[in-house]
């Protein structure tokens, strides 16, 4: 489903962060069009009362993982999304610029399912070998690189698995392997 929010990444540049968030429309509930809607300019603010603090929000993502591990594609993700807003990682500003951003249907509070785990590492290691220089210690969530602004995605969100299951032990280079 291709989204409108996005454009060309600044020249030369090496794609080697992913950003996961955590996404719900209205807040707390599933399912539905309203995230599609909000990623194609779409979303009426008559909808719901809470859409009306989205209306004229231009916001995307590379990819959005639903509930049952459905994946949908608004962005290419060669090209830039438009998900990290005001970011900074590792001293480097515009996180867009440089990461792929992975949505996840949850909310801060609500566990994310075994489907959206299982769909989430499948994605990460092919990003991986694509993009060599996204690392285990490469993947961060939105509130790494907004830290106060956002919280996504969220307490609940178990980045010990994802350390685990991504990580090869004895690797050659083990910072490779720190979990934000």
Known sequence: MASPNCDERPPETVVDLVVIHGISLPPGQFGGPWIDALFTNTLSPRAHPY??????????????????????????????????????????ERCNDFSIGIELEGADHRPYTEAQYRRLLGLLRAIMVAYPAVTPARIVGHCHVAPGRKSDPGPVFDWQRLHVELCVPGSEDETLCISP
């Open 51 to 92: 859409f009306e603090q989205l209306h004229g929000l231009r916001v995307s993502s590379h990819l959005l993982i639903r509930r049952r591990g459905e994946v949908i594609q608004y962005v290419p993700l060669h090209r830039r999304a438009w998900h990290a807003g005001v970011s900074r990682f590792e001293g480097r």
